[in-house]
């Protein structure tokens, strides 16, 4: 089986960071593009970043030059660096990859349980 699992995630006060970070196990034969999500209390899921298989990176516009999106292909791991943290960041963050468990198998989406990150004024 498949396992993302996050990491990271903690109590910070305004301006400071964090680094989280997900790891993918299992039966992976290769991992295409890998983001991050947050859900906040009372919103929805909303995207964050994302990397694809190159290093390619986008983040959405509340987050941008804020957070960093990293990964480490040799150990199927993604990362979050959180800077300038503000109380609004404050959610359940979950990593996402789009992977191959088997070759000639298309790549599905695959999700993680979560890491919760809060944010203190």
């Known amino acids: 089986q498949v396992q993302l699992v996050e990491s990271g995630g903690g109590l910070v006060q305004a301006g400071g960071s964090l680094r989280l970070s997900c790891a993918a196990s299992?039966?992976?034969?290769?991992?295409?593009?890998m983001g991050w999500y947050r859900q906040a209390p009372g919103k929805q899921r909303e995207w964050v970043a994302y990397?694809?298989?190159?290093?390619?990176?986008n983040y959405a516009y509340a987050v941008k030059g804020r957070f960093t999106i990293s990964r480490d292909n040799g150990e199927n791991t993604v990362y979050l660096l959180m800077n300038s943290l503000k109380p609004e960041d404050t959610a359940v963050y979950y990593c996402?990859?789009?992977?191959?468990?088997?070759?000639?198998?298309?790549?599905?989406?695959?999700w993680g349980q979560g890491t919760q990150v809060t944010v203190s004024s």
């Open positions: 990397i694809t298989s190159i290093g390619s990176t």
């Open positions: 299992g039966s992976i034969y290769s991992i295409n593009t």
């Open positions: 996402n990859s789009v992977l191959q468990v088997r070759p000639g198998v298309p790549g599905t989406s695959y």
